[in-house]
């Protein structure tokens, strides 16, 4: 889903490998605008789209922490 992963800083990483925790592989191919952003090195827009979500609802402190992570590139 995300070409490229294991060269991103490992915040990054993880951040993803989270939401596949929680979400599956399924879920995670669902936030076509956040990996789309991501592909593109567009870190705020992919912590943006991932707060936009049903996920950020069900989960708003882990979506809080996990769209940081991705912002930043730091834990």
């Known amino acids: 889903l995300v070409p490229g992963l ?5 915040a990054r990483r993880n951040a993803l ?14 936030f076509k605008r956040m990996l789309s952003a991501v592909r593109n090195g567009d870190f705020e827009m992919a ?4 707060l936009n979500s049903k996920y950020a609802i069900q ?3 882990r ?6 992570m991705l912002r930043t590139g730091k834990r």
């Open 6 to 10: 294991l060269l991103m800083p490992s």
């Open 17 to 30: 490998i989270d939401m596949t925790f929680q979400l599956g592989a399924g879920g995670l191919s669902q």
């Open 47 to 50: 912590a943006m789209e991932a």
């Open 59 to 61: 989960t708003p402190a």
């Open 63 to 68: 979506a809080k922490r996990v769209a940081e």
